[in-house]
Nanobody
């Protein structure tokens, strides 16, 4: 089992940057693929980015490709989401999620993640 805690959210102007962190408990974090998702008011939770156990397999949503970068440091049990060139439409609560993986891959499918953090608010003003 793994527990996840997000941090790094806040208020930023359009064009600015934020770095979110997802810190995990447990000694086997390196066996989990991790994804970032976001949910805006009145909308469904949507995929943002995902990284495999090793960090080598990475997926991005088309809406953030080229602006966001996901990475992980297994020694620190932490996954990061660097968000640059932020837009007002990026405003949402951002969640990280983990899925135990035998193979070194990941998924965009929200239903395949077993563990979730509480979320961190990101607000981008125009």
């Amino acid at each position: 089992q793994v527990q996840l805690v997000e941090s790094g959210g806040g208020l930023v102007q359009a064009g600015g940057s934020l770095r979110l962190s997802c810190s995990a408990s447990g000694r086997t974090f390196s066996r989990y693929g991790v994804g970032w998702f976001r949910q805006a008011p009145g909308k469904e939770r949507e995929f943002v980015a995902a990284v495999s156990r090793s960090g080598y397999v990475i997926f991005y949503a088309d809406s953030v490709k080229g602006r966001f970068t996901i990475s992980r440091d297994n020694a620190k049990n932490t996954v990061y989401l660097q968000m640059n060139s932020l837009k007002p439409e990026d405003t949402a609560v951002y969640f990280c999620a983990a899925q135990y993986r035998i193979v070194d891959t990941s998924t965009r499918d929200v239903s395949e993640y077993d563990y979730w953090g509480q979320g961190t608010q990101v607000t981008v003003s125009s």
